[in-house]
């Protein structure tokens, strides 16, 4: 039975190697992988997976517009699809993450889905919010703080190396650092606005 996966992390922690040896692992049992990523992530090019061990692959990209479950349906009647991976998928919509779940139910396809959860200011991004919701197997990829606790939070950093505390929510790039919960200070940076009294 197709299941909806969710591999989840703080950034740094290897989720795009993760994603390109399972589609390494499914061909070289002669399956057929379709890779997705999002059109707005062009670091290494547009429609370029890569690892931050050298390792990369072209994907199909897409946008908040593309309506995944027609794409994936119609790439099914050209060719056989043993499965689906999404990178990046804190920037699948909710309406994408519930066309992916429509993948699984309906054709049958099992769709693996890596991300992270939060943005630099602890806030959920729509995409990991509804796969946290609705996936049938939720695995947490660990890596470390620099106090050597586990890191769950993304801090943004500027080209000096210094925290940045303000901005959008999306700002692709490799300049932020996995903090563990504590040393991210969220109470500072949140915009749910709560400050303990003195």
Known sequence: MAKLYFYYSAMNAGKSTTLLQSAHNYEER???????????????GIGTISSRIGLDRSAKTFTAEDDLYLEIRDERENEKVDCILVDEAQFLTSKQVL????????????VLCYGIRTDFRGEPFDGSKYLLAWADELTEIKTICRTGRKATMN???DEQGNRVWTGKQVDVGTHYEALCRKEFHLDRVSPVGYQPPD
């Open 155 to 157: 801090a943004r950093l």
């Open 99 to 110: 066309q992916l779940t429509l993948v699984t139910d309906r054709l049958s396809i099992p």
């Open 30 to 44: 002669g399956m057929r992988v379709v890779l997705f990523t999002p059109k707005l992530d062009s670091r290494n």
